[in-house]
């Protein structure tokens, strides 16, 4: 398996926090990913990462902020917690960009 | 853009039961093609790839075979098991509209019963 672990594993907080998750990989791979997943939308991309502080949106970037300053480690940041943001977070990463992703645990965030 | 078509779900079926699940695709390019698995509660795993036209991607017993004349990666298994009960998600990467993101089908979710 992947060296890919995220942290928190659960999280629960109130509207308007702000809430950082990390993924952090051992595999010294470039290509970094965020993902949502929600019943009836499946997974969704937020950001990723193609290297070291070099990051794009992905379709569902609205209200995440992401940052890379060291290729094991890529945090995605929810400025203002909102309900809708309650969701699991998938971490991924990849060699290159059109390889085979391989993805974390998962995080999941209940916003109250 | 790109996109993947999976074949709606829930899938139902006996132990020892033919799988077959559908997928097409929708892409300019060059895409790889992938099946991810995720059992209840964990993340995606890699089920199988291949990455150009008649490649067979094989793996626990499953297959997938990258049709580029039909556009299609349909999975396949012989015998399922209790232990395949999971949502399978059909996935391309490299087309020129998806690049170095992931598009994937809505996933199937697949139960087995003894």
């Known amino acids: 398996d992947a060296g890919i672990t995220q942290s928190p594993r659960h999280k629960v907080t109130e509207t308007g926090t702000p809430v950082t998750l990390r993924c952090h990989q051992t595999e010294n791979h470039r290509y970094m990913y965020w993902y949502r997943q929600d019943p009836g939308h499946g997974l969704r991309l937020i950001h990723y990462?193609?290297?070291?502080?070099?990051?794009d949106k992905g379709e569902v970037s609205d209200g995440y902020s992401v940052s890379r300053s060291k290729t094991e480690d890529f945090l995605l940041t929810l400025e203002s917690a909102t309900s809708s943001q309650t969701s699991v977070y998938f971490c991924a990463i990849s060699e290159a960009g059109v390889t085979a992703q391989y993805f974390g645990p998962g995080t999941r965030l209940l916003v109250l | 853009g790109d996109s993947v078509t999976q074949m709606e779900g829930p899938v139902t079926l006996s132990e020892e039961a033919f799988l077959t699940i559908n997928c097409t695709y929708t892409a300019t390019g060059y895409p790889s093609l992938f099946w991810y698995v995720q059992y209840p509660g964990e993340g995606l795993q890699l089920l199988l790839k291949a990455t150009k036209a008649d490649d067979k991607g094989s793996n626990k017993g499953f297959e997938a075979t990258y049709r580029k004349e039909t556009t299609s990666f349909h999975l396949e298994k012989g015998s399922v098991q209790v232990s395949d009960s999971a949502v399978y998600f059909c996935?391309?990467?490299?087309?020129?509209?998806?690049?170095?993101?992931?598009?994937f089908g809505e996933g199937t979710q697949l139960t087995v019963n003894p």
């Open positions: 996935a391309l990467s490299g087309g020129e509209t998806s690049g170095s993101r992931l598009t």
């Open positions: 990462s193609y290297g070291v502080k070099d990051t």
